[in-house]
């Protein structure tokens, strides 16, 4: 959550790149934003409640877009202390406006340092945590803003990403970072830093990422890393391999709708020397062999929201093929709770933006176990695989709207392929999970054929059902987390009451909630469960609700019985979250434009969740 964004040169950038490198952290979801910059030993600072467009539109009007400066930090905010105001707003600066200051994260002891800076005579001006950063480099300012930040940072507790400017410094920035990510990038003659990579591709492909605890002097020439203790480190850049036309909407009207589409190259792109000929061999996992061989025990998942959901599918995998004890939990439950995992748990770390708080802690805890941890992330050099034992990227290129769609199938994707891995380690032998095998190697063409049939239909189906307030979607096995997952893009991106259940839960409390005003999904399968949801629909039915089943092209018996309906591939049930995914993405995509909203930022959303 929040964004921030940095620059500094010798006056070789404008206000308006700052602008630029904000827009492009919207996906992470804000509610104000603002800017400050040092021009001619002075800091100039513009900070509102609203969007970016906002603050451009006032920059524009004002002929400061233009303008160059030495220094400059930028944020997008997303309140956790204090109302949306302009006050509360980020950058923060000190009583005499010398030094400014962006933050990330939650300063949990701001109110005792208040307190104390209050009583040295500091006047605050916001409600915020953030704030106290300011004034506490400011009362210990010495003249070396770097030394500065290093004191003020020995006494705050929490989690920050921050970013400073001081008026006499106009070519520095100094930064830190503690459990919110901050990546670091120079050209030479430009040095930058952002939250995450996608404002930075156009500068340089050579990126840093700082770990905990560490520092950064960014300068025109370049940048410096250090400890806490400020001991210089050395550590090589990482090199991007993504485009920066990857991060553009490419003539769609939403990132989301592009990524949607652009799953038949994804799922490409995450098997590729993954998986051959039905076989999966996964080269980053082959340090495992033996581990899984000899010592495993258990599988034990730690994920959150969507990630959670391509972790549920892989579990119901795993129990379809063997009887290797499997675990899965939400990654903010397990974090305080005493999980039966040792050195014998392999533990799958699953995060798209690899920053999501709860997983990392998550990760931290299974470590303490002595578990081994696997990582499955999209974002190279991101902090979970950064402190996982291995990790398996998805490779998808960014994933800039905020509900995710293109990781997701991706996600559940290599899951499968792993899991095959890992039970063919263990010795298990099945003809169907080798069937399994080759229908994923031909999933990408499967979903062109998907995407290209059901979009045009979508659009008539949305028009009827866009106004209802509630909506329940209904699976068993592999039809659960589907239903888990159409049911969460639904209410992410449209805000309509959606739920998920296990239609053979309705009689045992849901059904009483369905009548003529609140449809139903089904997600039917073609084998031995078919019946059974046979019997669900005709339940819901009974009841006057409406119901819309996705089910087999061939299944007209079905198909007779419903409202409406959407054909899927027949495929074998494990691979139902894989095909249904791209048509309740678009099912959730249409409702929220033809309501009016914009997909790509969901209120009270954000990409990347990095506080508690």
Known sequence: MCGIVGFVSDRKVKVEDLISGLKKLEYRGYDSAGLAYNMNHSIKYLKMPGRISEIEKLLLNEGLLEESFYSGIAHTRWATHGVVSEQNSHPHLDCKEEIAVVHNGIIENFQELRTELEVKGHIFKSETDSEVIAHLIEDKYNGDLFESVLKALEELEGAYAIAVVHKDKPDQIVAARKGSPLVIAS??????LASDVTPLLKYSKEMNFLNDGEVAILTPKGYSLFNLDGVPLERKPILITWDESLAEKSGYPHFMLKEIFEQPIALESVLVGRLKDGKPQIKEVRSLEGFVKNQMKKVYVVACGTSYHAGLAAKYFMNRYSDIDFDIEVASEFRYMNPAIDGNTLVLAISQSGETIDTLEGVRLAKKKGAYVLAISNVVGS????????????????EIGVAATKT???????????TAQLILWKGYKNEELDEIMRTIEKMPEIFKMILNETNGHMMELVKKYKNFKDMMYIGRVFGFPAA???????????YINAIAYQAGELKHGPIALLDGNFPVFAIVPSGKLREKMISNIMEVKARGAKVIALTPKDDEQ?????DDYIDVPTVSEPLI???VAPITQLFAYYTAVQKGLDPDKPRNLAKSVTVE
């Open 408 to 418: 997701y199938t991706a996600q559940i994707a290599l899951l499968y392929t792993l």
């Open 484 to 494: 888990l997952e159409g049911a969460l893009k639904l209410k992410e991106i449209s």
């Open 383 to 398: 902090t979970i695989p950064r402190e996982s034992d291995a990790v398996l990227y998805l490779n998808t290129g960014p």
């Open 187 to 192: 050209n030479n003659s430009i040095s930058m």
């Open 558 to 562: 079905t198909k007779k019985i419903c």
């Open 577 to 579: 979250p894989l095909v």
